[in-house]
């Protein structure tokens, strides 16, 4: 089993270098970590008293694996869900903040779990994660990846500016889609038939 910074370093490989994206909500963003967050935390990565897009520019790998260790993994209780699941979860964490554990809620509550569907980790989610993990061994994590591809697809549905990240101009899965089939077992991957039928009514 990988230990949380080495999946972290995975998730800063998947999320990139430095870009600034007019179409991305996130505005500029360097391994992941954007600007906003930067300015959340209040993290002046060059110190001259302001945090702007230089700042984003400067971060190094090591900062942007320090941030999502102790403010996307620590912080919200990823590290008491049951093991199987930390990895994905993690990683949308980052990718979308507290939707990642309000998709696990969804899902646990689809599962006949009763709880509460807030993105916030407590005692009565990670029972009901320990639970689900339990009677589906063998599937919890597919069917969390596939509720994560599921979002994106819905995102992409809503926002016609945001389509380029779940598909490419050629056609083919784009990151978004990629990224959730990543924590997909292959035989629930789409095939690109499927892919371009789900997503044909975008034109």
């Known amino acids: 089993m990988k230990t949380a910074r080495q999946i972290a370093e995975e998730i800063v490989n998947r999320e990139g270098g430095f ?13 992941g970590v954007t600007i906003g ?16 897009q230089t700042d984003v520019a ?8 320090d941030i999502f ?14 093991k199987a699941l930390r990895a994905s979860v993690f990683d949308m964490q980052v990718n979308s ?35 689900a993990v339990a009677l589906a061994p063998d599937h919890i994590v597919d069917a969390y990846g596939i509720a994560r591809r599921n979002f994106y697809f819905k995102l992409a549905d809503a926002r016609p500016a945001s389509r380029k990240y779940a598909r490419t101009r050629a056609g083919n899965k784009g990151g978004w889609i990629i990224r959730a089939e ?11 038939d499927e892919f371009s039928k789900r997503t044909s009514a975008w034109g």
Do not use: W
Not at 42 to 51: A, F, H, P, S, T
């Open 19 to 31: 870009v600034d994206d007019p179409h991305d909500p996130g505005g500029a963003t360097n391994f």
């Open 37 to 52: 967050t930067l300015r959340r935390l209040g993290l002046d990565v060059n110190k001259d008293g302001k945090i702007d």
């Open 58 to 65: 400067k971060l190094t790998r090591r900062q942007a694996v």
């Open 69 to 82: 260790l102790r403010h996307y993994y620590e912080q919200p209780g990823i590290a008491a869900l049951p």
């Open 97 to 131: 903040g507290a939707n990642a554990v309000k998709i696990l809620q969804q899902l646990l509550c689809q599962m006949g779990q009763e709880i509460s569907v807030d993105g916030k980790i407590g005692p009565n989610t990670i029972a009901a994660a320990e639970t």
């Open 182 to 192: 990543a924590f997909i077992s292959r035989r629930y991957h789409l095939s690109q």
